[in-house]
């Protein structure tokens, strides 16, 4: 016979592990943005060999051999300042790493924001939840039968969209935090995370040197109007509409790699080309990263686990791959880097551009 939980004995959820940190939305917030700020990444601090970062690890396995390693034996709130600055560097060349069973998820909230604030001011988003009693910098992701708030807002699309948190910044995210409080029983809810380095390598060089020059317009309008469509409550809109123009092709700032820095869930339209071209090309590198399998690793969850990616050189996409009503109880903490560094244009003929040009608009 099988063994009912609690939940099916009584019909009622049980309570949640970390109540502080559930979602709260307070309609008489206002989010002031961080504005700008030199940033100074601390992976140009790192020791490359990493020996505070690894001098714990009882095993460091890589996740796929593009993206993503997994760190076992370290715990991040007894990293000192060298062992963060390693952690940068690693998270820079490996695009994310994940830790198990981390005393972070136990420390509180002020300790939790001092870690993260090595790598950058913290954002405040302008319409996810925080913590009721706790920092505004705090994102509580939170899907249960007790709020299926975040079902909702996907049910009319594929939850397969990978993104960048908040690329309309004028100074997007570096390395970003995400920490799993509850998480479904057995399998699902996991993150999908794709290097956004081995995106652009897999095109081919014409291509890669077509978009180098490019700038792109980010915006959060049409992140603002599906939270509106969804949820109905223009209360929970925090902040004005963001807007920003990025390189379509940066420059990782410590490892200087090259990566794609378009995202379907921001990235509105390409300065200078029409409409229709412009959409044929971000299409083509939407479709490009959401089905490069080949480019990403999963990362299955459990309590305690701490997810540290770099978004200048990865996307990320949920996957809604559980039960609705089964709790998932996470938290993101958000440093924001520097400004996005376009990559230099090689010296080009202009009439072979401009036939590039026109072969690129005969294929769209």
């Given at each position: 016979m099988a063994i009912k939980t609690a939940a099916e004995i009584t019909g009622q959820a049980p309570e949640a592990?970390?109540?502080?940190?559930?979602?709260?939305?307070?309609?008489?917030?206002?989010?002031?943005?961080?504005?700008?700020f030199e940033h100074q990444d601390p992976g140009h601090r790192a020791d490359p060999r990493k020996p505070n970062l690894l001098r714990t690890a009882t095993a460091v396995t890589d996740l796929s051999p593009h993206c993503g390693t997994e760190l076992l034996g370290v715990q991040l709130d007894e990293l000192g300042n060298d062992g963060l600055d390693e952690l940068a560097l690693m998270c820079a060349e490996r695009g994310c790493l994940v830790f198990r069973d981390q005393h972070y998820i136990e420390i509180g909230f002020e300790a939790q924001k001092?870690?993260?604030?090595?790598?950058?001011?913290?954002?405040?988003?302008?319409?996810?939840?925080?913590?009721?009693?706790?920092?505004?910098?705090?994102?509580?992701?939170?899907?249960?039968?007790?709020?299926?708030?975040?079902?909702?807002?996907?049910?009319?699309?594929?939850?397969?969209?990978?993104?960048?948190?908040?690329?309309?910044?004028?100074?997007p995210p570096g390395a970003t935090f995400f920490c799993m409080l509850e998480s479904p029983p057995?399998?699902?809810?996991?993150?999908?995370?794709?290097?956004?380095?081995?995106?652009?390598?897999?095109?081919s060089?014409?291509?890669r040197k077509r978009l180098e020059g490019l700038w792109a317009v980010h915006s959060t309008q049409k992140a603002v109007s599906r939270e509106l469509r969804d949820n109905g409550d223009s209360s929970v809109v925090r902040k004005p509409v963001t807007r920003s123009i990025h390189p379509v092709v940066t420059v990782h700032p410590v490892t200087g790699e090259k990566a794609l820095f378009v995202n379907s869930s921001y990235t509105e339209?390409?300065?200078?080309?029409?409409?229709?071209?412009?959409?044929?090309?971000?299409?083509?590198?939407?479709?490009?990263?959401?089905?490069?399998?080949?480019?990403?690793?999963?990362?299955?969850?459990?309590?305690?686990?701490v997810v540290i990616w770099d978004q200048r050189v990865t996307q990320h996409s949920q996957t809604l791959n559980y039960d609705a009503g089964h709790r998932r109880h996470a938290f993101r903490l958000t440093p924001l880097a520097n400004v996005p560094i376009p990559s230099k244009i090689e010296e080009d003929d202009g009439e072979c551009r401009k036939d590039e040009d026109r072969m690129l608009l005969n294929l769209c």
């Open positions: 592990l970390y109540p502080d940190y559930l979602p709260f939305y307070d309609p008489l917030e206002k989010v002031e943005p961080v504005g700008s001092r870690i993260a604030k090595h790598f950058g001011p913290l954002h405040k988003h302008g319409w996810m939840p925080h913590p009721k009693n706790g920092p505004e910098e705090f994102v509580i992701v939170y899907d249960s039968q007790d709020d299926l708030r975040i079902r909702k807002s996907w049910a009319r699309k594929n939850p397969i969209q990978f993104h960048v948190d908040q690329s309309p910044e004028l100074q057995g399998v699902g809810g996991d993150t999908i995370i794709s290097s956004t380095v081995r995106a652009y390598q897999s095109l060089p014409s291509f339209s390409i300065v200078g080309w029409d409409d229709d071209e412009s959409d044929c090309i971000l299409r083509f590198l939407f479709d490009h990263i959401n089905r490069g399998h080949g480019f990403a690793c999963s990362v299955r969850y459990e309590p305690g686990t």
